[in-house]
């Protein structure tokens, strides 16, 4: 994204945004509530339109081809309730020209491969996350946005979660999320953006970020709370 500017009427939402996220790397997008994580999102995936600036996906402009190469989670997990998670998975194939033979080792690779004949209205918010994910991961795509995908996770499902958005970045992918959990963004990410009031007041990696002896709750308020006294605080 470069120079992205998003209004709601007369709201400027995003000012100048720009975010490039690499292949092979995990990007974490930070930021309080309101701060215009979302609409990022939303607009990186074309769900809405940019007053003015660009966006690329691998090297392409955005366009319906250049998003079959996106696998997304956001604004939540939308299901068809009354069906089974394989049943939702194969409407998603049949919407995407996906072969439906990669059904069930996507299951089993979220680890829903018992319940996959199960009522998604069944399921847990856990569970949910994990067929999210699954749909996301349906064409196998280079790059992956995720919205809070830790969201209803336990302990052990956030560890499983950490693992698989490494695995995932090993595989070459781009792999974007934001999240409000900070420690486990620490630990995730290879690079954070730290968005605030619709500004990008840092992009770079996390290790420049939060080094020196300081953590990243600690760098990111610091960063939020003077980005509205200090321009120079973007990079």
């Known amino acids: 994204m470069r120079n992205v500017n998003v209004s709601y009427g007369r709201q400027r939402v995003l000012t100048d945004l720009s975010l490039t996220a690499r292949p092979g790397r995990v990007y974490g997008l930070l930021g309080l509530n309101g701060a215009g994580k979302s609409t990022a999102f939303n607009t990186a995936l074309g769900l809405l339109r940019p007053a003015s600036g660009t966006i690329d996906i691998l090297g392409r402009p955005l366009d319906r081809r250049s998003l079959t190469q996106v696998g997304a989670s956001i604004n939540g997990p939308a299901f068809y309730p009354q069906l089974s998670a394989r049943r939702n998975l194969h409407i998603h194939c049949l919407l995407t020209g996906t072969s439906t033979e990669v059904i069930d080792p996507l299951l089993e690779h979220v680890g829903l491969e018992q319940a996959g004949r199960k009522r998604t209205g069944r399921f847990s918010t856990g569970m949910k996350v994990r067929l999210a994910l699954a749909m996301a991961l349906l064409g196998d795509p280079a790059v992956l946005i995720l919205d809070e995908p830790q969201n209803g996770l336990d302990p052990q499902g956030i560890i499983w979660l950490r693992d698989l958005l490494r695995e995932l970045a090993a595989q070459g992918r781009t792999v974007v999320v934001s999240s409000h959990v900070l420690g486990e963004m620490a630990r995730t990410c290879d690079d954070i953006g730290v968005l ?13 970020f939060a080094a020196a002896g300081h953590d990243l709750e600690e760098a990111f308020l610091a960063a939020v709370a003077g980005s509205q006294y200090r321009g120079e605080a973007h990079r």
């Open 196 to 208: 605030a009031g619709g500004h990008m007041v840092y992009e770079g990696p996390l290790a420049d």
